[in-house]
């Protein structure tokens, strides 16, 4: 059982941290995507992005003024940061290297030259923003073919649901993050509600989680509710939070074998099934009514304590070898 555990987390892990750092690379595009919408008079606004993912206070350990040089580096190269785009590359190989034995060669392969790619690359002062958005464009694209690879070459065993229970439980962090990052823009300027500015901000959140298609096929009008109800609550898009709640809750019970008409039979389980029934009892009014922040605030904190729980469930047997800085709060 220590080995399975070592090995199921370690999958668990590699998982997470490579939608971690897509989604890293899919926030600083939120801003990209801005820079390039935002009327002269509106200044370029970085700071939101590190205090969105809690990263602030680890930033301003390192760094004076949230500029858009910074933030970058800080969010996607700068080995300090257990969160940046590099670290958690660097962290999804190193667990991958570990159970080489347990995953597909042609695994290995793609996170080995992802790896590589990044290690080489070398980030100039002067990259303009065409340049930048390449290099964001390049770990999407990978990441998304590790995914690819990962469907097309892994029997659906305890194994692949580990990795993707990590891939669902990070992906819907995220979204919520994504979310609050336009609260974090918005709220120092009331005038902005109701704005212009205000749709330009809520389509670059849509187009940074690449919903606007989608989102435009279900509705004809862009308004802030209808695109935070289509990102927490919609239940096919596969970056909804609600969706990705229930894909891990059924990867969830896919490992235990527990069928999905019994309660649970763990706290994971149990805890797990309390978020999903919340956010499926939950409609847009409620959640604009508790206020938009604090909902997502909520689902971050409740998202946490299933990732403990998994944790203490499946992982927690001693010894754990266990590959560090693998929280975020």
Known sequence: MAMLSRVADSIYWMNRYIERAENYARFIGVNFNLAFDLPPSVSEQWEPLLIATADNYLFYQHYDEPTRENVINFMTFDKRNPNSIYTCISAARENGRTIRESISKEMWENLNQLYLWLRNVQPKQEWDLNHMQDFYSEVRNGTQLFYGIVDATITRNEAWHFGRLGRFMERADKTSRFL???????????????????????????????????????????????????????????????????????????????????????????????LRSEIEYTDIEDIFETGLHQYLDQFQIRGNEVSKAIFETYFDIKPVEAFQYQSQS
């Open 180 to 274: 609050d990052v336009s609260y974090f823009t918005l709220m120092p300027d009331s005038d902005v509600t109701g704005s212009t500015l205000e749709l330009v901000l809520w389509t670059a959140v849509l187009k940074s989680v690449s919903a606007y298609n989608m989102y435009r096929q279900q509705n004809q009008m862009l308004t802030p509710k209808h695109i935070a109800e289509f990102l927490i609550l919609d239940k096919l898009f596969p970056r909804a939070m609600a969706h990705c709640i229930r894909q891990a809750e059924l990867s969830l019970y896919e490992i235990s074998g527990t069928p999905t008409s019994n309660r649970f039979s763990n706290q994971a389980e149990k805890k797990m099934g309390k």
